[in-house]
């Protein structure tokens, strides 16, 4: 399961945040291996979609997608000298497939801001200094590696190495975070292994106060994907975790009426988590039928036999064909109706998956 390690400065509402967010937890029997930490929340990603399957084929049970969030260890500046609870940070960052950077947007004269001012630009600075240096003294080491080898005789791979490491390295010094950094595939395929902390997609949330998110936000109808402080180009969701955790304990019904008297179609965890799952470039393919209707996460770009193969290894292994339909075509008709029809199509090992494909798989038993 893919995790998501959520970072930020103590006291900018991220322990806060993650115990909101764990408020969401799936039932964990459902995803098999996995170990619930205390750090650790397995949360439901939302998705309308999968509700009106659930309807259309009467299903007994719901499976939705997940995406597990770490509460990694709070940072301080110096953290990549061991500074604070530096080495335990670094060492649980380099563990999730993204960041999750919560910033201090809010003022507050009884939670002490850790460095005197509330100022989101420079908070943000800070974390990614501290990534920054990290990721300095870990490309240094594999380039000096690398140049050693290249002494002993040149290869391509060798060279495609030494130019990715070489542009991480150029990124760095400037400041820069190598997620920006483009790559041939040459180089992308010879640093693929390498755990830079700056290479991994990173979501910024801006914890802001709740007259702030009232009066601006909402009244601006904001999509919650921009916000208006200064953390540069940066993309960030302003969040108010205060009324997010008063939201979290509503029952559903008064969720949507509360979201909708402040004009908003989603809670702010919600665009969180879509978020998420948007910016580690995956997509949900749907199973149907009378005893579940289930969500399952995969890669964009994925083929029909290892999309198959999430549900089972021996699926992929014994794929014969994938029955597909898209879903607002089976909620409408049913799969019967879909097949009557002419909605229903037959694909085979070479199919790429689409967002929202219907699927049952035909497989040699």
Known sequence: MLQVGIVGLPNVGKSTLFKTLTKKQVDCANFPFCTIEPNVGIVEVPDERLRQLTIASKSEKTIPAAIEFVD?????????????????????????????????????????????????????????????????????????????KMKAGRTKELEAEESALSKFMAALEQGRLTNAIELSEEEEVAVKGLP??????????????????????????????????NI???????????????????????QTTFLAELGLSQS?????IRKCYELLDLITYFTSGEKESR????????????AAGVIHTDFEKNFIRAEVIDWKD??????????????????GKEYVMRDGDTCHFRVNV
């Open 72 to 148: 990694i260890a709070g940072i301080v500046e110096g953290a990549h000298k061991g500074e604070g609870l530096g080495n335990k940070f670094l060492a649980n960052i380099r563990e999730v497939d993204m960041i999750l950077h919560v910033v201090r947007g809010f003022s507050d004269p009884n939670v002490v801001h850790v460095s005197g001012k509330v100022d989101p630009a420079r908070d943000v600075e800070v974390i990614e200094m501290e990534l920054a240096f990290a990721d300095m003294d870990t490309a240094q080491k594999r380039l000096d590696a690398v140049r050693g």
């Open 196 to 229: 830079l902390l700056t290479r991994k997609p990173m979501l910024y949330v801006v914890n802001v106060d709740e007259n702030f998110f009232k009066a601006t936000l909402v009244a601006s109808g904001r999509d919650g994907t921009k916000v208006p402080l």
């Open 232 to 254: 540069g180009e940066r993309l960030a969701i302003p969040v108010s975790v205060k009324i997010e955790s008063e939201i979290v304990d509503m029952a559903p019904e008064d």
């Open 268 to 272: 702010g965890l919600d665009r969180v």
């Open 295 to 306: 969500a399952w996460t995969i890669a964009k770009g994925t083929k029909a036999p290892q």
């Open 330 to 347: 089976f909620v409408e008709l049913g799969e019967s109706g879909c097949r009557d029809a002419g909605k229903l199509r037959v694909e």
